[in-house]
């Protein structure tokens, strides 16, 4: 069903009144969440008390920054916020006891065969490492080209859960206005996608024009080349997910966290942004129980054509 969205003379008043009426909700909230600070607290330090102590228990995975949140501390201030009426989360997931351990071990476990885990890993370091040299020219024009935009900054950093639940930072050159978070709450009405696990309004008013033509190409995930230096991405593999829509998944769709979450995968090549959550899932699915090295070239070979075309980009 096409929705209505304001057109280009109107979009600053739009958003005006947006961030208004959400600066002062943010004002109510943040007094209630001192009110409620202490029942905070008092959750997440019952969560981790119950925490099981059995030696086959997986080791705890260190987040992506020393000093960042805990996968737990997230879960429990998300759902604080939930509990506050911040966050419009369904009560199905506020309602449910969450924790990084139970998170954890809901995740199926996928066996990997060494050989193709090490011959991945090296696949991902040299393309990493040529997609920064080679196109830090481009890099560096987007940079520059948002910095004169409007002054904001110029990387976005967001925090996602990566392979087996863990927490990493993500990043991105910033393709919409500096608050565009703090708008989405005031715009969940316009969503395109019927399932709220996923995200998506095409022509999204939030969207800076520089950065419609990056998201176009898709230049605004070429800082991610980092992530994968770094290990916590992989060039192929289910796009990362955000904690909250993670809170929203069935059992069925935690098998996608049982992987390194990756720069494009089949769905990217298959409609992008046109796809549903259910149709992603079914895709991200497919390309798990089908991995092998040769897939993952095949599915990098097919980015390219997909990005140059645009298709289904948003």
Request: hydrophobic letters at 40%; a negative charge; charged letters at 25%.
């Amino acid at each position: 069903m096409s929705r209505v969205l304001p057109d280009e003379s109107t979009e600053t008043a739009y958003l005006g009144t947006k961030t208004a009426d959400l600066a002062a909700s943010i004002l109510k909230s943040s007094h209630d969440r001192y009110r409620d600070n202490e029942d905070s607290s008092e959750f997440v330090e019952r969560s981790e008390a119950e925490r099981p102590t059995d030696s086959a228990s997986p080791p705890k995975q260190s987040a992506a920054k020393a000093d960042g949140p805990s996968l737990s501390t997230a879960i429990g201030t998300i759902q604080a916020e939930v509990r506050d009426g911040v966050q419009d989360t369904p009560d199905t997931a506020a309602l449910n006891p969450l924790t990084e351990e139970t998170l954890r071990h809901a995740i199926p476990y996928i066996p990997t065969s060494v050989i193709y885990a090490c011959v991945k890993r090296v696949v991902d370091i040299v393309g990493a490492m040529c997609g920064l040299l080679i196109l830090s020219p481009v890099m560096a024009i987007c940079a520059l080209w948002i910095k004169l935009h409007d002054g904001g900054p110029i990387f976005f950093r967001q925090s996602r859960v990566g392979e087996r639940g863990e927490l990493f930072e993500i990043v991105k050159f910033r393709s919409m206005v500096v608050n565009a978070d703090s708008l989405k709450a005031a715009m969940m009405e316009l969503n395109e996608h019927a399932d709220d696990r996923t995200f998506k309004i095409f022509n999204d008013p939030r969207v800076t024009p520089v950065g419609r033509v990056m998201r176009r190409l898709s230049l605004d995930e070429l800082p991610q080349f980092w992530n994968v230096l770094m290990g916590q991405m992989s060039l192929v593999g289910p796009r990362p997910a955000l904690l909250r829509e993670v809170l929203l998944y069935d059992h069925g769709d935690l098998l996608r966290l049982s992987v390194k979450p990756g720069l494009t995968c089949i769905w990217q090549v298959s409609g992008r942004s046109r796809l549903d959550f259910t149709q992603q899932v079914e895709l991200d699915k497919e390309y798990i129980e089908s991995r092998s090295v040769w897939n993952d070239f095949k599915l990098i070979a097919l980015t390219f054509p997909a990005v140059f075309c645009g298709d289904g980009a948003a």
